[in-house]
């Protein structure tokens, strides 16, 4: 069977990379099409040439299936999409992904399949079996629609997630900058690629080595997820054979220089963590990176990963205030988070913090908390601040409809269009004074009492304009830039064993 698998503003898409690495086990003749890269604060709409390239190439190749891998702030233009498609081409349009888990009768509007859950075995069974086969049996996580009643029920879940490898040869095409090129190398944009935050000077490979999340946070899937499909197992960790299997096929082909381990929770596992990175010293080797929380982060943890490679971790902070720690059902832990931050420094780990800001929730003394925790941090660090977005269904959406809270003026526009925080977009005065203490809280050379000082500055606070000009139009902005890149590429840089 003929299937392209599409990705929307996501070259290397996990997701895709899996289904296509599945599909093609199986024999089908499978290429994936990226439609334009994520550039944090950077992303625009595709133009009419970059649709019509997409369109042009779906025209030529006349699959059989276009599956869309959808998450929700892009279901607007993969509708889009994905009308046009229907109206020149025969295919059978296939949503999978997070929205149509979350929403499969929403996703309906426009696909003609959907799927709920993982896709990899839903997807095998329809390519071989063909639509009309599994509409009549049944397929759990496969929903569609008939004479307008939407047929199909379940999830669908991969308990063994050591069948599939994230690992794909095959066909891809990458459209961006008005161009579609088979290599995503002649597509980037190096000025993009210079202000992009941790990939900058690296050829880097992407993956995971489980998926799931022990915690369970209001303002995400995971919490959802739990209470949508109970029974899911909250973390399904990948055996250390096959990621290394994975990682040692990449680097054969790519010779990459980092790996990325996109995991929720890394060190969720302490006993796997512990085991893994054993085997990736020494059948690995490369410098990487990793996401957690410092519930799961330890100094004797750290020391082990650092040995193996690590070099940069995230760090989800997301407020430092108690009350909005707890809205958002998450252990803060202020004094572990000074303490580990201060490890990073003594092992030569950089890390990334992400703040949650634009919470309608919060007042100006949890504005004050989370200034004081971030300036309470070991530099050096870096701050990724994220404007909160209230997806459907999420426990905090559900909880600020009760609460008659009004979201934003933008909402639910945001959900669509908004997937960043903008620094200079138009806020009231004190979210305006504190958003920009926050970001000036990182840069190595401002002195804490400085910013103390500023902090205090009545004049300021009433008229944050300056110090928002002095964030970003003073040679603060363009220093702190220069100083963090070259440091994000030294720690990249160094290697831990030659691989
Ligand atoms: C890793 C990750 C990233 C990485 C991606 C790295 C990479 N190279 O892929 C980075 C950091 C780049 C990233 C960026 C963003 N992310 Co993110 N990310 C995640 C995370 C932690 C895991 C996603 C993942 O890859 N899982 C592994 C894959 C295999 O699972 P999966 O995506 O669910 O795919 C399976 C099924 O859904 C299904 N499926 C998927 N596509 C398709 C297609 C078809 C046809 C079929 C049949 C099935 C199918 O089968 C897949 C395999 O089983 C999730 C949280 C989570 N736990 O899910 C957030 C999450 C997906 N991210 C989110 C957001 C908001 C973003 C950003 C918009 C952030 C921003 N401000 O820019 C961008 C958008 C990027 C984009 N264009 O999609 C939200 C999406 C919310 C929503 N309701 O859709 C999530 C859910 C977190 C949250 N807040 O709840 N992200
Ligand atoms: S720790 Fe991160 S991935 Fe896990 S539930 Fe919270 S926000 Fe989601």
Not at 253 to 259: I, S
Not at 432 to 445: I, N
Not at 478 to 487: G, H
């Amino acid at each position: 069977m003929k299937i392209i698998l599409v990705s929307l503003y996501l070259f290397d898409n996990l997701a895709t990379r899996s289904l296509h690495a599945a599909l093609s086990a199986e024999g089908h003749d499978v290429t994936t099409l990226y439609l334009k890269e994520l550039f944090i604060n950077t992303m625009k709409a595709p133009t009419s040439r970059e649709i019509a390239l997409f369109l042009r190439h779906i025209r030529e190749e006349k699959p059989d299936i276009v599956g869309f891998s959808v998450r929700t702030p892009f279901i607007r233009i993969a509708d889009h999409l994905a009308r046009m498609i229907k109206e020149e081409t025969a295919a059978t349009v296939f949503y999978g992904g997070l929205y149509p888990t979350m929403s499969p009768r929403a996703a309906l509007a426009f696909a003609d399949i959907v799927c709920v859950g993982d896709g990899e075995n839903v997807f095998i069974q329809l390519a071989k079996k063909g639509l009309t086969a599994v509409k009549k049996e049944g397929l759990p996580g496969l929903w569609w629609k008939h004479n307008g009643a939407v047929n199909g029920s379940g999830y669908a879940v991969e308990s063994d997630v050591d069948r599939y490898s994230f690992y794909a040869a095959g066909k891809r095409y990458y459209i961006d900058h008005n161009r579609m090129e088979m290599e995503k190398e002649k597509i980037n944009n190096r000025i993009q690629r210079f202000f992009s935050t941790i990939d900058v000077f690296t050829r880097g490979y992407s993956t995971m080595a489980g998926r799931g999340c022990p915690l369970h946070c209001s303002f995400c899937v995971n919490a959802l997820l739990k209470d949508h499909f109970p029974g899911l197992d909250t973390v399904r960790q990948r055996r250390t054979a096959g990621v290394i299997a994975e990682l040692q096929a990449a680097y054969a082909a790519q010779h990459m220089e980092t790996v990325y381990f996109h995991d929720d929770i890394f060190t969720a596992d302490r006993a796997w963590a512990f085991d893994f990175m054993t085997a990736y010293k020494t059948a690995v080797g490369l410098p990487f990176m990793i996401n957690t929380h410092i519930q799961y982060l330890d100094y004797d943890l750290l020391t082990g990963l650092r040995d193996a490679g690590l070099r940069i971790v995230k760090i989800g902070i997301q407020s430092g205030s108690e009350r909005i720690s707890r809205m958002y059902r998450r252990p803060l832990l202020k004094e572990k988070l000074q303490t580990i931050s201060r490890q990073c420094r003594e092992l030569d780990i950089f890390p990334l913090y992400d703040i949650i800001i634009d919470n309608p929730f919060e007042s100006e003394p949890d504005k004050k908390e989370t200034f004081a925790l971030l300036s309470s941090l070991a530099r050096p660090y870096k701050l990724m601040m994220y404007s909160l977005v209230f997806f459907p269904e999420y426990p905090l959406t559900k909880y600020a409809q009760q609460q008659g809270i009004p979201l934003s003026p933008q909402q639910p526009e945001k959900v669509y269009t908004n997937w960043y925080f903008k620094f200079l977009k138009r806020e009231a005065a004190v979210a305006a004074f504190w958003h920009s203490l926050f970001w000036l809280s990182q840069v190595d050379f401002l002195s804490r009492r400085l910013l103390q000082l500023l902090s205090r500055n009545a004049f300021l606070r009433r008229y944050p304009c300056w110090l928002k000009m002095y964030c970003l139009g003073t040679y603060v902005f363009a220093m702190n830039v220069i100083i963090e890149k070259l440091r994000i590429r030294s720690i990249w840089m160094k290697k831990t064993v030659s691989a």
